[in-house]
């Protein structure tokens, strides 16, 4: 790791430490070191790099909103190869929350994540992605200091 030397004018520094203190971060580096990297990532994006990611898609919907359901799994069925996992929450009477594991290429997760929060009947939805490697075997040894039993 390489030590650097940064200028900040003291309004710019006063609202990192005000992040810093608001989530948590135990210094100063710590929170620069993840601010540079999510610069990086949306700067990608923005850039239309279709590098790969993994995301979790959270979204609140009504499940009594005509066909909503169907056109849900209809959507992640059409996408296969990106979803992962879904938890499934019932919040009440009429609204169900789904946390999604995505991974896949990154304009392709935004994509689909767009899309099912732009559906009728989805109240709030939000995608958090995170840069990965491709996906490769998914099964046995990962190539990151240890593997998976299968018994």
Same mark, same amino acid.
């Given at each position: 790791?390489?030590?650097?030397?940064?200028?900040?004018?003291?309004?710019?520094?006063?609202?990192?430490?005000?992040?810093?203190?608001?989530?948590?971060?135990?210094?100063?580096?710590?929170?620069?070191?993840?601010?540079?990297?999510?610069?990086?990532?949306?700067?990608?994006?923005?850039?239309?790099?279709?590098?790969?990611?993994?995301?979790?898609?959270?979204?609140?919907?009504?499940?009594?909103?005509?066909?909503?359901?169907?056109?849900?799994?209809?959507?992640?069925? *059409?996408?296969?190869?990106? /979803?992962?996992?879904?938890? $499934?929450? =019932?919040?009440? +009477?009429?609204?169900?929350?789904?946390?999604?594991?995505?991974?896949?290429?990154?304009?392709?997760?935004?994509?689909?994540?767009?899309?099912?929060?732009?559906?009728?009947?989805?109240?709030?939805?939000?995608?958090?992605?995170?840069?990965?490697?491709?996906? *490769?075997?998914?099964?046995? /040894?990962?190539?990151?200091? $240890?593997? =998976?039993?299968? +018994?």
């Amino acid at each position: 790791m390489e030590r650097i030397t940064i200028t900040l004018d003291d309004d710019l520094l006063d609202e990192v430490d005000r992040m810093i203190t608001t989530n948590g971060y135990q210094n100063r580096s710590e929170a620069i070191r993840d601010f540079v990297r999510a610069g990086i990532q949306q700067s990608r994006r923005d850039a239309g790099r279709s590098e790969n990611c993994v995301a979790a898609l959270v979204y609140v919907y009504d499940h009594a909103a005509r066909e909503l359901s169907k056109r849900l799994v209809e959507s992640f069925h *059409g996408h296969h190869d990106l /979803s992962l996992a879904t938890l $499934h929450v =019932h919040l009440d +009477d009429d609204m169900c929350m789904e946390v999604t594991a995505l991974r896949g290429p990154t304009a392709q997760v935004q994509h689909l994540a767009e899309h099912v929060i732009a559906e009728r009947g989805v109240r709030y939805g939000r995608v958090v992605m995170i840069p990965a490697k491709p996906a *490769g075997n998914r099964h046995g /040894s990962h190539g990151h200091g $240890h593997s =998976h039993s299968h +018994d």
